[in-house]
């Protein structure tokens, strides 16, 4: 990151950059800003993750902080080395480094045993026999306590005795629970005492079978915070109604030094999909798409195989800024960003996807040209690199109409185009196929108006491949996954899936200049007045694959310019 962004004048500070400016200012975390990246290993990271990540990162490099990655895995049975491992390559491609602060909840599970027994001494935390739907149903509601538990004064050296007994697997899944003694009348929900602790006699991916009850998130959040000397915890907006609970736990602990507090930003919502783990898991399982790593999905793995560049998802994190209210993205915004960087960056190739053949009736028989062709337009001290022409070619098949209306500037019977590097050609006539298909059409060319050595101009110019040099490959025809707005409004017994775009993904045989020889999976092109294209992993030797990353139209550019 460079030295520049680390830096904005006072006035353009977020929320939670005044926040932290003020608490330094003050001295209340004794000049240290510690922040952390907390995900559930239950599933692979998606687009709002990445902003979580960027902000979470981004506060520590701005203030020369610290920022850990510490996995939230108190729930063995949705929980898996696959997903840990999967966050953690999308966030070092993301651009970040957690150092050596790699760290588990499961790493402080012994600590967590004995803090929640410190509070079952103090009276404020006891076992629970009430199953799971009868404390739900017990909470009562927002404008009516709720019903007090049995045991809720149960004896502490009782309580103690089972919590122990728990630990050690005496008693069935679902049995007891241990819940914080707060209180029952409370206007938030959150703090009607709440469960701690859950038995759960599974195996957990790090800690094997060693334990039988697992802690609460709500628990084990605010004193892994504190255990790590988190200065900022910061949160998504749906646990600021957690937030009391949070301070409650560390009231009652009587925490020493530094202690952390919890801050909340709006979770970043886009349109045209969804971003519930729940339904992308329901996705995934179902067989709607091609695993996590889909390019339609909106994971990082997912956006990382359709082309995306970490430079452009961090852009986009930073045009969304942080807010404090719920908002909707436009969907157009990320797309805007990848094109942003990628018309600066990508390599721009010729490549047909409907072709059609085009042959030069006056030009030499067996001879070929190597034209040259600029790599990018943007970064000219790349130079060129050089495409081959030969008297037969591919066009695309929408560039030519027999009877076109009075605006199309592509090619038709009698009129000139520019064929790109090359030269002026013209129309002569078309063969047709039994069916009255288009089999090839005929043209001459004028040799005197080689690309770069003649300056007269026609309002056509058209792509095209050498059919005698072109690279054959699939090419996947990307879209959104869903074609409404907001995929979750469906009417009463409705499925999310019923809104998905039936033509997310289509398929095109192309035909490429052959410059593109060599290249690896990953790499991304612009194919010229097509689109934004990458090498997908499916690529071998044998057959190059290749990824709609973006169409060359920018509805958000165009929107913000108007």
Known sequence: MKEED????????????????????????????????????????HIGHAKSICLNFGLAIKYNGKCNLRF???????????????????????????????????????????????????????????SGEEIAAGRGTPSTPGRISPWRDRPVEESLDIFERMRNGEFPDGSKVLRAKIDMASPNMHMRDPVMYRIMHAKHHRTDDNWCIYPMYDWAHGQSDYIENITH????????????????????????????????????????????????????????????????????????????????????????????????????????????????????????????????????????????????????????????????????????????????????????VRLKYAYIIKCENVVKDENGGIREIHCTYDPETKSGKNTRKVKGTLHWVSADHAVEAEVRLYDRLFDVEDPTDVPEGGDFKDNMNPASLQTASGLIEPSVNGSAPGERYQFERTGYFCIDPDSSDEKLVFNRTASLRDSWAKMNKK
């Open 233 to 416: 915890s910061i949160c998504t907006l749906e646990f600021e109604v957690h937030r009391p609970l949070y301070d409650w736990f560390l009231d009652n602990l009587d925490v020493a030094g530094t202690r952390p507090r919890q801050f909340e930003f709006a979770r970043l919502n886009l349109n045209y999909t969804v971003m519930s783990k729940r339904k992308l898991l329901e996705l995934v399982e179902g067989g709607y798409v091609n695993g996590w790593d889909d390019p339609r999905m909106p994971t990082i793995s997912g956006l990382r195989r359709r082309g995306y560049t970490p430079a452009a998802i961090r852009a986009f994190s930073d045009k969304v800024g942080v807010a404090k209210r719920e908002n909707v993205i436009d969907m157009a915004l990320l797309e805007h960003c990848i094109r942003e960087d990628l018309n600066k960056n990508a390599e721009r190739l010729l490549c047909v996807l409907d072709p059609v053949k085009l042959i030069i009736d006056n030009y030499p028989e067996g001879q070929t040209e190597e034209l040259e062709a600029i790599r990018n337009p943007e970064r000219p001290e790349e130079g060129h690199r050089m495409v081959p022409f030969s008297k037969t070619l591919y066009i695309e098949r929408n560039d030519f109409m027999e009877d076109p209306p009075k605006k199309f500037f592509r090619l038709s019977p009698g009129k000139e």
């Open 6 to 45: 680390k830096s904005k004048p006072a006035g353009s500070l977020n929320f939670l950059e005044q926040i932290i400016t003020k608490d330094l200012e003050e001295g209340n975390t004794q000049g240290r800003v510690h922040t952390r990246f907390p995900p559930e290993p239950n599933g692979y990271l």
């Open 72 to 130: 939230d895995d108190t729930n063995p049975t949705k929980e898996s080395l696959e997903y840990v491992n999967s966050i953690k390559k999308d966030i070092r491609w993301l651009g970040f480094d957690w150092e050596e602060r790699e760290y588990y909840a499961s790493d402080y599970f012994e600590q967590l045993y004995e803090m929640a027994v410190s509070l079952i001494k103090k009276g404020r935390a006891y076992v629970c026999e009430m």
